[in-house]
C-alpha cells in the first residue's frame, strides 16, 4: 500500500493525497473516490501525505488497452 499525489483538471496548483495498492507511476491517469463522488485526476507523485489521505484510488484508467479497442472495432467495419 502506498499513498500517492494527485491533481485534477482545472486546479493544477492543489495536490491531493491518496491510498492506493495498485501500481502507478506519475502521468498515469487515475479515478479517485473524493467526498463529491469518483472524479479523474493525473498522478504527480509518489510520496503522498499519509495522513492527509483519506480516500483511495479508485482504478487506474488504461487508455491504451481502449484505443486497441477502438482500433480493432473500427477495422471491423
Known sequence: ???VEVIFAGNYQ???SF???LVL???DQVV???SRGYSVGRV???EGDED????WVALKIDD????AKIEMLEMLR
Open 1 to 3: 500500500m502506498q499513498c
Open 14 to 16: 492543489a495536490k491531493y
Open 19 to 21: 491510498m492506493t495498492d
Open 25 to 27: 507511476q506519475v502521468g
Open 32 to 34: 479517485v473516490d473524493t
Open 44 to 46: 504527480v507523485g509518489l
Open 52 to 55: 492527509k489521505a483519506t480516500k
Open 64 to 67: 491504451k488497452a481502449f484505443r
